[in-house]
């Protein structure tokens, strides 16, 4: 079974997450979404609340999807679920210089686990967490940066 890890924070989870996650889905048997729990960085939203979302928006992929949490090394978290690959999506190319380095780090640390990037789609490139946060911070309509069906309650 090919199992891939999609790390992350998503703080909040959006469209462009989806997007990368309908992707994956035809290449792997099981995705788990893993939410870093970092206790030193600032979220908006609590871990319980993120993957409360997240589970709401991929309801119709319940069976190849599973929303974890967890607080160690990306690596060490895809050796405890025996997973063999990382997504990891890319949207620029500062993006790809930093999660190109992480990859190869995670290289070292277990060859047998890969990366594979998946390039935003166009219309998704602007889309980051961060431009939620700010556009839900100053009171505006997120609607069309995240999944259809996700509600978000700040």
Same mark, same amino acid.
């Given at each position: $079974? ?5 790390? !992350?924070s998503? +703080?909040?989870? =959006?469209? @462009?997450?989806?997007? &990368?996650l309908?992707?994956?889905?035809? *290449?792997? +048997?099981k &995705?788990?979404i893993?939410? @870093? ?7 908006l ?5 993120r993957?409360? $979302?997240? #589970? ?5 992929y319940?069976e190849?999807?599973?929303?974890m %949490?967890?607080?160690? *090394?990306?690596i060490d978290?895809?050796q405890?679920?025996?997973?063999q690959?990382?997504?990891r @999506?890319?949207r =620029?190319v500062?993006?790809? +210089?930093? #999660?190109?380095? %992480?990859?190869?780090?995670n290289?070292?640390?277990?060859? #047998?686990?890969?990366?594979? /990037?998946?390039?935003?789609?166009p219309?998704?490139? /602007?889309?980051?967490s961060s431009? %939620? ?5 100053? !009171? !505006?309509d997120v609607?069309d ?5 996700? =509600?978000?309650k700040?």
């Amino acid at each position: $079974m090919k199992t891939a890890v999609f790390p !992350g924070s998503f +703080d909040p989870f =959006t469209l @462009g997450h989806f997007d &990368v996650l309908q992707r994956a889905l035809s *290449l792997f +048997d099981k &995705v788990i979404i893993a939410i @870093g729990d970092n206790k030193n960085k600032k979220t908006l939203f609590s871990v319980e609340a993120r993957k409360a $979302m997240i #589970e709401q928006a991929i309801q119709e992929y319940s069976e190849k999807v599973e929303v974890m %949490v967890y607080e160690n *090394l990306t690596i060490d978290f895809c050796q405890q679920q025996n997973a063999q690959f990382i997504i990891r @999506g890319i949207r =620029t190319v500062s993006d790809f +210089d930093f #999660e190109n380095m %992480v990859a190869q780090a995670n290289y070292k640390l277990s060859p #047998e686990v890969q990366t594979i /990037f998946f390039p935003s789609r166009p219309e998704h490139s /602007f889309i980051s967490s961060s431009v %939620v946060r700010d556009v839900l911070l100053h !009171g !505006g309509d997120v609607s069309d940066f995240i999944p259809k069906g996700m =509600t978000i309650k700040y």
